[in-house]
T-cell receptor
Framework: SAVISQKPSRDICQRGTSLTIQCQVDSQVTMMFWYRQQPGQSLTLIATANQGSEATYESGFVIDKFPISRPNLTFSTLTVSNMSPEDSSIYLC????????????FGPGTRLLVL | AQSVAQPEDQVNVAEGNPLTVKCTYSVSGNPYLFWYVQYPNRGLQFLLKYITGDNLVKGSYGFEAEFNKSQTSFHLKKPSALVSDSALYFCAVRDGAGNNRKLIWGLGTSLAVNP
């Protein structure tokens, strides 16, 4: 299985600022996903990021608010822009591929609190 | 439309007793089914999956699940629960017939194993 790390693990930010979350994978993977999760609740997919193409956003999420980069097959970033308290959540990076057929693996998450 | 239902928000079992966490699904094609576990303040860990083949799937930490096509179910089971199994469990599904790799997630079931 892929080993996935995320930075930062947690942060407290002021409203109106932006935070970039990094996701690093120890192997090359085809697809990367960014999710949002409120503690104790289910996952909401923000976008799917394939290397070399624009990210595909789910309904309710837009590129201006959540720009994503995918410069290579082992790395991606998600930026939460112009933050408000409603953006306080856990942000999870997930990968598909790298030999783990059809199985998504997850990073440890980034806990974000916006004041 | 694809969907996943986890009918129980919470399941309580005594340590040493068998446990079952229920999941039913709806997809138009062949289902790819997954179980994940999330321990407090941790990311999601993959437990097991059904793609094809034997209906009884064995996974990590002694868990297993049985794919039942007629009942459209994929219940998670373990013969003897441990206190350390207490966590949040998610069932997920995708339609294996399509190219869309997105997973549809259940709302999660909180498992509490009492000593």
């Amino acid at each position: 299985s892929a080993v996935i790390s995320q930075k930062p693990s947690r942060d407290i930010c002021q409203r109106g600022t932006s935070l970039t979350i990094q996701c690093q994978v120890d192997s090359q993977v085809t697809m990367m996903f960014w999710y949002r999760q409120q503690p104790g609740q289910s996952l909401t997919l923000i976008a799917t990021a394939n290397q070399g193409s624009e990210a595909t956003y789910e309904s309710g999420f837009v590129i201006d608010k959540f720009p994503i980069s995918r410069p290579n097959l082992t790395f991606s970033t998600l930026t939460v822009s112009n933050m408000s308290p409603e953006d306080s959540s856990i942000y999870l990076c997930s990968t598909l591929g790298g030999g783990a057929w059809e199985t998504q693996y997850f990073g440890p998450g980034t806990r974000l609190l916006v004041l | 439309a694809q969907s996943v239902a986890q009918p129980e928000d919470q399941v309580n079992v005594a340590e040493g007793n068998p446990l079952t966490v229920k999941c039913t699904y709806s997809v138009s094609g062949n289902p790819y089914l997954f179980w994940y576990v999330q321990y407090p303040n941790r990311g999601l860990q993959f437990l097991l999956k059904y793609i094809t083949g034997d209906n009884l799937v064995k996974g990590s930490y002694g868990f297993e699940a049985e794919f039942n096509k007629s009942q459209t179910s994929f219940h998670l089971k373990k013969p003897s629960a441990l206190v350390s199994d207490s966590a949040l469990y998610f069932c997920a599904v995708r339609d294996g017939a399509g190219n869309n790799r997105k997973l549809i997630w259940g709302l999660g079931t909180s498992l509490a194993v009492n000593p």
